[in-house]
């Protein structure tokens, strides 16, 4: 079971998710998109939070309200990190995940440390867990055909962009050609190229 919250901060909204419990944190970790932001108390046991960037958006591009959503919202889903105060939040995108076999369900691990952010929270706050939760839904996705789906999806739009890119290089090259032609009749058809019969090439004298 996968949990839905809609952060309301922004227009359009925006959709935070996770996983029910570890199991269904490894399948996130598994068939996660690469437009998915990922975020995890530091340090400490939390749920897995997700947050999926619009296509165009980079994880620079998270709106600092939304950013405070997600954040409060893996804190809130931590035994100890709800709790706390003042921990680090850490976040990444989710092709900056990284699983080996040797790890236990849920755990993971990054490919490089550099692209990992990190925000320290000061407390809980309140008002947006209750702003969140109550637009919290539980639905059964089939994480590994959405994957799926989506990059067959991805393949299919980049085999029509080179298509669309074949055909213009073949318009060019067609345009060119025709230009050439056009030029080349253009110097043919020009006064002192032409020649007549009066010109002495021929002439009916036969004296």
């Not at 947006?128 to 991805?154: C, G, M, V, Y």
Request: charged content about 35%; overall charge neutral.
């Amino acid at each position: 079971m996968v949990f839905f919250f809609t952060s309301n901060v922004v227009s359009p909204h925006v959709t935070l998710f996770m996983g029910a419990d570890k199991h269904e944190n490894e399948d996130l970790i598994k068939w996660g998109w690469p437009e998915d932001v990922w975020f995890h108390v530091d340090k400490v046991s939390s749920a897995h939070v997700y947050l999926r960037l619009s296509a165009g958006q980079t994880i620079d591009d998270i709106p600092n309200s939304v950013l405070d959503d997600a954040c409060q919202l893996v804190k809130a889903n931590s035994i100890m990190g709800n709790k706390m105060n003042d921990i680090d939040i850490v976040y990444t995108m989710w092709s900056n995940l990284k699983k080996t076999p040797s790890m236990e369900v849920g755990q993971v691990a990054f490919h490089k440390e550099r692209d990992v952010r990190k925000v320290r929270v000061a407390k809980r706050c309140n008002d947006i867990i209750n702003r969140l939760n109550k637009t919290k839904k539980e639905a059964f996705p089939d994480l590994r055909q959405e994957r799926e789906s989506r990059d067959r999806s991805e393949r299919e739009d980049k085999k029509k962009v080179l298509r669309e890119k074949k055909e213009k290089e073949k318009e060019e090259e067609k345009r060119k050609k025709d230009e050439a032609e056009l030029k080349s009749y253009s110097t043919l058809m020009k006064p002192e190229n032409m020649t007549t019969n009066y010109d002495g090439n021929d002439s009916d004298d036969f004296m």
